[in-house]
């Protein structure tokens, strides 16, 4: 080696020893505001309770989620002004996974086994729930996942408020059956697994319904499309049949706003071709100018219009906490909102945060509605919900002209799937298993061991 | 319903005081006992009686109540179908044998039917009649129908069409009345094809049902070959054998026909996304191609362009409603001088520290673009932004069997006209002259007294501008979000480099060429193959032509 | 081969720490003061990971001037190959306890596994894989790229074009890799399971040596006279091309070696996040890699690794710290150390002079040979 | 075509877009010989040492090196091979490289990667180094980057180099171009040693160093020969005078 080589490495040297002791320390520094820590996060069981917020502040999940952190950040203030939870304060744990899937994994280990919270309220797509799946698995800790989705999973340690499919693409589909008279139907959505997987539960049923294959056409788009006239006008074409026709659109976020923009711009009417949305609420709305969506339909089981004085109440609520009159509040806003309370009903019942306990509480446990009724925490984890069928208005908010006559129990498994049908989630001892087959008599995942 | 029911019922308790709420419950105790009797009554009540279906809580039967009180020519239909429409019809919520309908005006109720003034029901007895989009359709036709006979040419051309667009049976004596009163010859033409639509679906025991009529109404139709005629006459069913015929070789030259046009829509579809892809790209073409400044900010200025438009919108309507049409032509120099300015500051502060290294280039700005993303989430929100098309920009034109959109059209014109001024300001400008000496001979140019570090923070600066206006496009085809502009940077990079950097035409045959390819592969790969396949296609053609369609050719491309 | 200093330092606080930390995982009772939680672990095992990448991306960008913006397509097919025998691993476990299938082929109705899943339930196999696959198509790309002489931005660009086109690819649900939500859930490796704490520590301190070995190979390569005349191509193509030197089959080699460095890289990451979807694919990702070499020092090997630690971990800590402006400090630190840290934070403690023949060259002197070469 | 021609250019013509930089070009040099090409701006020169070196093709007309090598066919890692070695007008030598590296880089010897890889540098290589730093005055400078030297310095190591490739025929693009007086002589001393092994084509504008040099000149003019002979007979070419001297 040359001299000046040889300086430069004892400088090497030192830097490297630096950077990477910096490393390990600041690795450990994240780590060291907690006294121990094993895998099982028992999270202590005095002095505040630590909430953890997992929802998406940057990249391209942000515009849905982002104001999911607002809604709870809203309810432990209101909480705490209530005095907490058995008198212990909610603190809330507030990170940023960046629409980013590994980091969703990261950071929920790190709010588990580093931040110990005693519950994690987010995710919105199921990557992100995949992704942190394993990790409230083996952790042992609880996930409130607040957004409709495409059902065939049911874990133990996750308590899924938004809707099954046969919570909202059912009874969405039967509306327009029977009271549109619908009789062909285009399954248009993005290409990813929730569309996926509930247009097959769709397309089972309708054919089960008597609709001809011919009359069902399934297309997909990737993330973020804009450019729709093909697709429209495709539509326009297949709608050109002579029987009525129907779009179902499990098209996500993103892709929303310029899909409709074609549609108003092609002059296609609700009263022509109606569609019905399962991914567009008033959030995705706000963005656009609805002028030209009236009658457009979409299913949830929560609208911001819906008239009860309890609903009132909080959507007054949560735009004077945001400070601004022109936030909406949607269905997964309504599904956190349940969650958080039947939470903290669960842990008063079980009388304290221990996970296990805590998880067998939440069963059985409910809360009202904010359109009426009761929602239920079912063995299977889901809720029971009310469904809603809302028309667009001119105002970006939704019109609800119909709703099923009862509450419509979750079914995670689809028996419209062959691979699911004989399956069903129960955690309540003796079954304590998120995939029983009912016909083979036995659990086919793990079961769980009290 | 029932359950709602119950569930509004339950509220009203609050807002009542006891001995109303007392009454009340009695009410509903009884009305329940008497709801398996009271069904059928109600149905003999509705037979005969127009207004009855109203009432009904299937919205199908809603609407076919509306059509039939829309022709049955009863006087109180039309103020009916309007306080149906306005959401102000309400019926008495329990099963009752004369389903009584109320309609509620700024004094009190009044009967439907009559049009009597009725002391106010309780509202726990009332159910407003939701309009669901069936219904509403239906209130379009029977609305037509009703204007089948004023004095506006106008109102009497929309009824004829909405006529045509129902084809409803019950309509046809309508029809016949209004064709006897008609001059205008352009509605007779349409009233005629509206009488053939209703005229095949009437059954075929009604007297009007003669074979040869049918087929002459065939042929009506099947001159007017457009996608509401397909589908009307796909619709037809139990026709006789020889209509049955006519009907289907009339379907078939429709569809031959609608396929050549389809071809040339994809055309207009693969035009509309290269002018798209060209107006992101033309800034591009600027800071990249001629500056060699790779600017991964790019999308974000393009952002930064759509978010100008959606103040200067606010601004309008806030201060000069009477200009809120016209936001766009204003956001359109405001977005440029924005952009512009951001531009002239990032070449002062960044770029010009980055010259001869385009690769470290790159990086910082694409720590820049990160920071305005955020920046604009701080200041915005996360959220859509809603940014309002114009009515001059919205709606579509039929060219023949083409179904051009009136937004695309404005954006293919304005994307030719963007490119028109960028081309001549290089070409004729001072700027333009400046700009082009320097590129070429930095030192020459300095030496000739052109202040080369100023020249450079304007073309850059003219470069962002050009993708301001770009987002102003943008902003009427897409999310005003803070990813905007992510969504477009990969397929602008690709455009300048398969047009051939350093060459403004290469970047339009670029960009058309893109555009026109995706269109075309589309339909058969589907959108996300054919994105990939396109993709695949620009890597393989980058090998064969390493400097794009329009390489700079001689010593000067080495140097 | 003899070692300098800095390969020893390097090498030392690679595999130091790393053993430090496994130990003080393992060993230390939860309780006491100095034991490092789980999370830590499966955290430095991720950067390593990326370390990896960094250091292939080093190879390519600071040793022949080749600046990839695709890199992470490598790194996400390694981890892919991987992923997919994990998934195989997971046998009857899955939900629907279906022994051959995946879940998610199950749950999209496929009935029959797809002939290219074939042999990955063999450990060995996948091994190959991960070599083979980025490998194999690094070779094809270059070789058509390269011969062309496609070069600069032009590469570049479609760089990132290749990888933003298998992102697509990969999203699609038909394609047979778990669509969007990819490959996750996995239960063990070589049947240990991944839920146990010395299965991570195991993993974290395996990136580590595989690091190390990395750092070695790329070390000999680039100090070799294979690695002089890659320095030559990277300052002065056109010269080397008339001392009768084929600078393309030069660029192939490195390569096609630095995206099998991937590929590996992507290999070890999967098991410890425990999940490999198409994000992995996004552009994004690859200037970030292509970033933190920059932080580091272009150039020098060590200041890859250094970079990829450092930035990863301060993002590790901004998240959290301050979710809602870390974004301004990321993107902040890259203009920064682009403007004022030219030759990286290796840059700011080296001598004046860089040691003879690591780093790249000034602007003043890239500009000459490109004259020269005219 | 004759035995003992090294290169034969036989009316090659090449023209960047529409603009022919070189005419029609024939020109015939014998091994051993030193050549010197002058012409003014724009005359060619450079496309003319483009072409040999197979940096650029031409649109028509051939290049033979040797008896029946037809370098149009081949490019420029292939033709340096052949034995052709180019020094560049502005030098180019490998700048984060120290003097020896650059030199051991050029060294003949086998070019491929599989063998780069695993090379170590012999004894043989070592001695043949060490006289190429003696012939190029550089021994002292032997560890130092190549690009701290000074710009003469530079220019020598590049000569350095082209010899350590032991070409056949050397080109030399304007070697003196911004050197003092004396190292200029020096240059034209050395030019002159290489002379003796190997033949040599010299680009210069100074025709002082021209002179020094004296050797038998052609006269470039729009991309084809306007004259060729000894310097004084080129000086009172009038045809030269007229375009070139510009008297």
């Known amino acids: 080696m040359s001299s000046e080589g040889f300086t430069i490495d004892r400088r090497h040297f030192g830097l490297l020893g630096v950077g990477l002791a910096a490393a390990a320390t600041g690795v450990g520094a994240i780590a060291s505001n907690v006294p121990q820590a094993k895998a099982a996060p028992a999270a202590p069981e005095t002095g505040p309770i630590k909430v953890g917020i997992l929802h998406s502040l940057s990249g391209t999940m942000a515009i849905s989620e982002a104001p999911l952190k607002d809604v709870m950040l809203m309810l432990i203030a209101e909480q705490n002004k209530k005095g907490g939870v058995m008198g212990r304060q909610l603190v809330p744990v507030v990170t940023d996974p960046a629409s980013n899937w590994p980091l969703f994994a990261e950071k929920a280990k790190q709010l588990l086994s580093v931040d110990k919270v005693a519950v994690v309220f987010g995710c919105w797509t199921s990557v992100s729930r995949k992704s942190v799946l394993p990790v409230f698995e083996q952790l042992n800790g609880i996930l409130l996942y607040p957004v409709q989705y495409e059902g065939q999973e049911c874990s133990r340690n996750v308590f899924y408020t938004g809707a099954a499919p046969n919570q909202q693409a059912i009874p969405a589909v039967d509306y327009l059956m029977n009271q549109v008279a619908v009789k062909r139907w285009v399954l248009e959505g993005t290409d990813y697994v929730y569309p996926r997987t509930t247009n097959k539960i769709l397309e089972a049923y309708l054919k089960a319904k008597g609709v001809a294959s011919s009359d069902i056409l399934i297309n997909y788009t990737p993330f973020g499309y804009s450019d729709w006239q093909a697709e429209v006008a495709k539509i326009k074409a297949f709608g050109s049949a002579g029987k009525k026709t129907a779009v179902v659109s499990t098209i996500n976020g993103d892709a929303n706003v310029p899909f409709y923009k074609e549609l108003g711009n092609q002059g296609i009417k609700a009263t022509d071709i109606p569609v019905v949305a ?23 089981n929560y609208f911001q219009s819906v008239d009860t004085p309890a609903n009132k109440e909080v959507v007054a609520a949560f735009k004077a906490f945001a400070k601004d009159d022109k936030r909406v509040f949607n269905d997964p806003m309504e599904a956190h909102y349940i969650g958080f309370n039947m939470w903290v009903k669960a842990v008063e019942k079980a009388g304290g945060t221990d996970h296990d306990a805590v998880i067998d509480a939440m069963v059985g446990v409910a809360h009202p509605n904010l359109t009426g009724d009761y929602a239920t925490m079912m063995p299977n984890h889901h809720l029971t919900k009310p469904v809603l069928i809302g028309e667009v208005q001119g105002n970006g908010m939704f019109n609800v002209v119909w709703q099923t006559p009862g509450l419509v129990v979750a079914q995670p498994w689809s028996p419209y799937l062959p691979e699911s049908k004989n399956l069903i989630g129960d955690w309540l001892p003796p079954m304590s298993c998120g995939n029983y087959d009912v016909v083979a008599g036995k659990c086919l995942g793990a079961k769980h061991k009290a | 319903m029932g359950r709602r029911g119950a569930g509004k019922g339950g509220q009203c308790w609050r807002h009542m005081s006891p001995r109303i709420a007392l009454r009340a419950a009695l009410l509903v105790l009884t009305l329940l006992l008497l709801l398996p009797t009271a069904v059928p009554m109600r149905a003999h009540a509705a037979a005969g009686d127009p207004f009855a279906p109203l009432a009904a809580t299937n919205f199908d039967v809603v609407a076919r109540g509306v059509r039939s009180l829309a022709v049955s020519g009863n006087p109180r239909a039309v103020a009916v179908i309007d306080a149906l429409r306005d959401g102000k019809l309400f019926a008495w919520k329990w099963p009752r044998p004369d389903a009584p309908l109320f309609i509620r005006t700024d004094n009190g109720f009044v009967d439907a039917r009559s049009g009597a003034k009725v002391e106010a029901p309780a509202p726990v007895n009332l159910r407003r009649i939701i309009v669901n989009d069936s219904v509403r359709g239906a209130i379009d036709t029977a609305e037509g129908a009703l204007g089948l006979f004023s004095k506006s040419v106008a109102a009497r051309r ?6 045509y667009q129902s084809a409803d049976p019950g309509a046809l004596s309508l029809i016949e009345r209004a064709l006897q009163s008609e001059k205008d010859a352009g509605i007779a033409r349409v009233l005629r094809e509206a009488q053939a639509a209703a005229l095949l679906k009437s059954g075929l025991k009604s007297g009007t049902g003669a074979v040869e009529a049918r087929l002459a109404a065939v042929h009506e139709l099947a001159a007017r070959a457009d996608l509401p005629t397909r589908s009307l006459l796909a619709s037809l069913q139990g026709q006789p054998p020889a209509v049955a015929a006519a009907i289907q070789s009339a379907i078939r030259d429709i569809d031959r026909r609608l396929q050549l046009w389809g071809l040339l829509e994809n055309v207009y579809y693969g035009i509309s996304l290269g002018a798209v892809l060209l107006l992101a790209a033309a800034g591009l073409a600027i800071t990249f191609g001629v500056m060699g400044v790779i600017n991964m900010a790019h999308g974000e200025i393009m952002m930064i362009g759509a978010y100008t438009t959606f103040v200067v919108q606010h601004l309008i309507a806030a201060s000069a409603p009477a200009l809120t049409q016209y936001g766009l032509l204003f956001a359109v120099p405001a977005a440029f001088l924005v952009a512009g300015a951001l531009g002239v500051v990032i070449e002062r502060c960044l770029i010009r520290f980055l010259y001869g290294r385009p690769l470290e280039t790159l990086l910082a700005t694409w720590g820049l673009s990160l920071i305005l993303q955020q920046a604009v ?41 963007v490119l028109g001024a960028l081309m001549a300001t290089l070409r004729w400008g001072g700027l333009g002259r400046s700009i082009r000496a320097v590129m070429q001979n930095r030192r020459m140019a300095a ?113 | ?94 939900v629907y306890a279906n022994p051959i299938l995946p879940d998610f082929m199950v749950f999209i109705g496929w009935n029959k596994l797809p002939w290219y899943w074939y042999g990955f339930d063999h450990f060995w196999f996948a091994l190959v894989m991960v070599l083979a696959v980025p490998g194999v198509l690094a070779f094809v790309f270059g070789w058509f790229a390269f011969r062309s002489r496609v070069s600069g931005v032009y590469l570049s660009i479609i760089t990132q074009a290749l990888t933003y086109a298998l992102m697509l690819a990969f999203f699609r649900n038909d394609m047979g890799f778990g669509g969007n939500n990819g490959m996750t859930d996995f239960k063990d490796i070589l049947g240990a399971p991944l839920d146990r704490e010395s299965t991570s520590a195991g993993l974290m301190l395996i990136t580590a040596i595989v690091l190390a070995a990395a750092f070695l190979v790329a070390r000999a390569m680039t100090r070799s006279r294979f690695g002089k005349v890659l320095m030559a191509v990277r300052d002065a193509e056109s010269r080397t091309r008339f001392l009768g030197y084929r600078p393309e089959s ?15 890289g992507g290999a070890l990451y999967v098991p410890q996040v425990g999940i490999i979807n198409p994000s992995e694919f996004a552009p994004g990702n690859s200037i970030e890699a292509v970033i933190w070499v920059a932080v580091g020092g272009r150039g020098t090997l060590s200041g ?71 | ?141 032997r560890d130092r980057r190549a690009a701290d030297l000074s710009h003469g310095q530079k220019q020598w190591l590049e000569i350095g180099m082209l010899l350590a490739q032991d070409p056949r025929l050397l080109l030399v693009d304007e070697p003196v171009a911004g050197m003092t007086d004396a190292e200029t002589a020096q240059t034209a001393e050395l030019l002159r040693e290489i002379n003796r092994t190997r033949s040599v084509v010299v680009v210069e504008h100074d025709m002082a160093f021209v002179r020094a040099l004296g050797v038998k000149v052609t006269v470039l003019h729009e991309g084809s020969v306007l004259a060729e002979g000894s310097i004084e007979a080129i000086q009172n070419h009038p045809r030269v005078v007229e375009v070139y001297l510009g008297r």
């Open chain 2, 158 to 163: 929309r009824a004829a069409d909405t006529l």
């Open chain 2, 377 to 417: 989430r701080s200041i915005f929100g996360p959220t859509n932004q809603d940014v309002t098309s114009p009515a001059w920009m919205s709606g579509y034109l039929n060219l023949g069997g083409l179904t051009l959109t009136i937004n695309r059209l404005w954006i293919i014109l304005f994307a030719a006209l």
């Open chain 4, 1 to 141: 075509m004759n035995e003992d021609t090294l290169l034969y250019l036989d009316g090659v013509t090449v023209s960047f877009d529409g603009f022919k930089a070189l005419n029609e070009l024939s020109l015939m040099l014998e091994p051993g010989e030193m050549r010197a090409v002058i012409g003014p701006n724009g005359a060619g020169k450079t496309t003319m040492m483009d072409v040999i070196t197979g940096k650029t093709r031409p649109d028509s007309g051939s290049v033979v090196f040797g008896a029946d090598i037809d370098l149009t066919r081949l490019d420029e890692p292939a033709i340096a091979r052949l034995g052709i070695g180019r020094k560049f007008q502005r030098p180019t030598v490998f700048e984060p490289l120290s003097v020896r590296e650059n030199l051991l880089l050029a060294l003949a010897g086998d070019r491929s990667p599989r063998f780069t890889l695993w090379a170590r540098e012999s004894a043989a290589e070592r001695s043949r180094i060490e006289e190429m730093l003696a012939t190029i005055r550089l021994t002292a400078e």
């Open chain 3, 304 to 374: 890859a690794i250094l970079g990829a630690v450092l930035v990863n971990l301060g993002k590790t800590w901004l998240t959290s710290a301050l979710p809602e402006v870390w974004l301004f400090a990321i993107g902040g630190m890259f203009i920064f150390v682009t403007l004022f840290l030219p030759r990286g934070i290796i840059g700011l403690f080296a001598a004046r002079r860089p040691a003879a023949g690591t780093e790249p060259k000034s602007a003043a002197a890239e500009a000459a040979a490109r004259e020269a070469a005219g």
């Open chain 3, 1 to 94: 081969m003899q070692l300098d200093r800095t390969a020893v330092a390097t090498l030392g606080c690679v595999l130091g720490g790393a053993a430090l930390l496994a130990s003080l995982n393992l060993l230390t009772p939860a309780a006491s003061a100095v034991h490092v939680p789980d999370f830590v672990i499966s955290v430095v095992g991720k950067y390593l990971c990326y370390a990896i990448l960094a250091l292939a991306v080093d190879l390519v960008w600071g040793f022949a001037g080749i600046l990839t913006l695709g890199h992470a397509a490598f790194f996400a097919l390694g981890g892919y190959a991987m992923g997919m025998y994990l998934m195989r691993e997971i046998g009857a476990r899955g």
């Open chain 1, 278 to 300: 399962f991914s567009v609420g008033e959030q995705e709305l706000a963005g656009i100018d609805t002028k030209p969506l009236v009658g457009h339909l979409a299913a949830w």
């Open chain 3, 250 to 264: 030069y660029k192939l080699v490195v390569w096609t070696v630095s995206a099998v460095l991937a590929g590996i």
């Open chain 2, 447 to 559: 030496a000739m007294g052109i202040r080369t570090p100023w020249i450079d923070a304007l073309t850059f600066g003219l470069g962002s501008g050009v993708a301001g206006i770009a987002g102003v496009a943008l902003s009427q085809i897409d999310n005003v979000s803070p990813n905007l502009g992510q969504n477009y940077i990969i397929d602008s990079f690709l455009v300048v480099v398969l047009g051939g950097v350093g060459n403004l035409w290469g970047t339009v045959f670029g960009a058309l060429t893109l555009g026109v390819v995706d269109k075309f592969v589309e339909p058969f790969a589907g959108a996300v193959l054919g994105k990939v396949l396109v993709l695949v296609f620009l890597i393989l053609f980058i090998q064969r032509r390493p400097s794009g369609l329009f390489p700079v050719k001689g010593r000067a491309a080495e140097a």
